[in-house]
């Protein structure tokens, strides 16, 4: 076999964004596209002798970019790399390898929630050897690269075959394919009271676990049904699919809407659940009642305990900047940190490996702890199983009792999609712009007490990271927070957070969107958006 090297015609600089390189799946099958950037990934952490972990969420492309990978991994010398079978990986899966195995880290081929198929979205991430993604020190590095890389190394060779597990051959790199669920369901079985939850399905426990035929599907059967008991057909749509089925694996009301309508329904079971493409995030639902992301992550961390893995306690806790502060008021009544970052699961990494947070979450459906160095949705599933089991209540006694000790956080986030980016940046800019007169002011009868824009010194390692999104605080606790997204591919994303805080219980069927009327008027009053960009409704309410 022998290596080539490719010299390629210039590609513009390819530029990863909150979570890996994401674009329509056209451009990474255009030419060089994806060698460029699997090129500036080995030049940037360096390939020779090392060992590597490789799978993606099955999407359209993920078979052919898998053996691409592969053949460059050989030609730029690395020693191993470690396959999940049928080149499937879950993040979390995938994340766990790379500790288990202590490899050198790994790429996974995932755009996560985003829609897959030849004319929906592919995308590329590379985590490091503690198993979290890349920083954004080493993504800028790669970027750069990608600006000046004039050629590429592959070998030439056959396609390995990925369905059969065991050892292969591929220009001296072994290549080597495991079960892809296997080390990951001990992992849970660990972390878990299994038996406690075996028994409460033994019990007449039912649930709906939603995989959006994404890449949870083969976890959650081996997990929940043949390791848990659930009943044969507790998981839906669990064959993972190249296009998804042509469903949006966002786990969210919007996009999940076929599991919020059995949960409200008169046939609803005990719990609901549902996760997305690459089996990161997680949405949780009760029996008529759902829980949003923030203050799922508020009652984890406020019932952790109750499981094996985390009986000794948290360390510490931590959130995105844009996820409500439910979860901060638990850190106090525990007497323990809270941290607060950017978006970004990478932010939460140095916080994990220094022992100074055990729970991370966002208000994006993502929750995870130490375990592993990415959100994980079934681990959140299972962790709510696991307290069920234990406090033996049902989702809404155990929210209401949450709400009425710690008080509640209403929270809504609207997503304004495939904005013209000249007119989202001019906004954001006009907005960035008003900041510093904006404190003293009243709007809706509410008193702005301050506004920023969101800049994150990492504690660990003193890293800076500025203009984190817009914050417009109000007096008693309410605010709101606008940023544009980083994993869109068409146009700007809009994402607009809104959260007010009640002392007290609260009415558990009190509409968010109500609650927090006044603050999305101020909002827009204050923005411009419908001026800046025409758009009145966002897309998506979550
Ligand atoms: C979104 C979410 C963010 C999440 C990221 C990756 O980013 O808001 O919280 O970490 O997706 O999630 P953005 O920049 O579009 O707001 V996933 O499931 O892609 O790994
Ligand atoms: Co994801």
């Not at 990934?41 to 490789?54: C, H, N, Q, R």
């Not at 076929?258 to 949960?263: N, Q, T």
């Not at 204050?526 to 309410?541: K, M, N, Q, Y």
């Amino acid at each position: 076999m022998t290596i080539r090297t490719i010299q390629t015609a210039a590609i513009p600089g390819q530029k990863p964004g909150t979570s890996g390189l994401r674009k329509k799946t056209a451009v990474f099958m255009g030419h060089h596209y994806l060698e460029n950037f699997i090129q500036a990934i080995f030049d940037s952490v360096g390939a020779k002798g090392k060992t590597f972990v490789l799978g993606g969420d099955g999407r359209y492309f993920n078979a052919e970019a898998a053996q691409v990978i592969l053949r460059m991994a050989a030609a730029n010398g690395a020693a191993r790399v470690i396959v999940g079978q049928g080149a499937l990986l879950s993040t979390p899966a995938a994340s766990h390898l790379i500790r288990r195995h202590q490899t050198d880290g790994g790429i996974i081929m995932s755009a996560s929630h985003n829609p897959g198929g030849p004319t929906e979205d592919f995308g590329v991430k590379f985590n490091m050897p503690n198993g979290g993604p890349a920083p954004e020190a080493v993504t800028e590095d790669m970027y750069i690269r990608t600006t000046q890389m004039t050629q590429y190394q592959i070998v030439d060779a056959q396609d390995v075959p990925l369905d059969k597990l065991g050892l292969d051959d591929l220009a001296g790199m072994v290549v080597e394919v495991v079960d892809p669920v296997a080390d990951y369901a001990v992992l849970m079985e660990q972390l878990f009271d299994f038996a406690a939850i075996r028994a409460m399905f033994a019990g007449g426990f039912r649930m709906r676990m939603d995989s959006m035929c994404a890449i949870t599907g083969p976890y959650a059967v081996e997990i929940l049904e043949k390791r848990l008991g659930a009943p044969a057909g507790t998981v839906i749509n669990g064959t993972p699919l190249p296009d998804f089925g042509g469903l949006h694996p966002d786990p969210n009301p919007t996009w999940a809407k076929p599991l919020m309508d059995e949960m409200f329904s008169q046939s609803a079971p005990d719990f609901g659940a549902a996760s997305d493409g690459d089996g990161d995030r997680n949405m949780v639902v009760g029996r008529g009642i759902y829980v949003s992301p923030s203050d799922s992550l508020a009652v984890l961390a406020a019932n952790a305990h109750l499981a094996p893995g985390y009986r000794g306690g948290l360390k510490g806790v931590a959130r995105s900047m844009p996820t409500s502060a439910a979860v901060d008021r638990v850190a106090k009544a525990l007497g323990i940190g809270h941290y607060e970052t950017p978006t970004g699961w990478k932010f939460f990494g140095n916080l994990l490996d220094a022992g100074l947070a055990t729970l991370c979450g966002e208000e994006s459906f993502g929750t995870g702890s130490d375990h592993v160095r990415e959100k994980d949705g079934l681990w959140a599933i299972l962790l709510w199983l696991n307290i069920l089991a234990v406090r033996k209540q049902s989702v809404a006694e155990i929210l209401a009792e949450h709400f009425a000790k710690f008080g509640r956080n209403y929270y809504s986030r609207h997503d304004f999609d495939a904005i013209e980016t000249a007119k989202a940046d001019a906004m954001m800019a006009a907005l960035r712009g008003r900041l510093a007169d904006l404190p003293g002011t009243r709007l809706e009868g509410m008193e702005i007490v301050a506004a920023d824009d969101f800049s994150y010194a990492d504690p660990v390692d003193g890293s800076i990271s500025t203009a984190q999104g817009v914050r417009v605080m109000f007096k008693g606790g309410s605010r709101f927070v606008m940023r544009l997204s980083g994993t869109g591919t068409e146009g700007a994303t809009l994402r607009l957070y809104l959260e007010r805080f009640v002392a007290g219980p609260g009415d558990l069927d009190h509409d968010p969107q109500d609650a927090l009327a006044p603050i999305i008027r101020a909002a827009h009053v204050l923005a411009g958006i419908e001026a800046f960009t025409g758009r009145l409704r966002p897309d998506v309410v979550t």
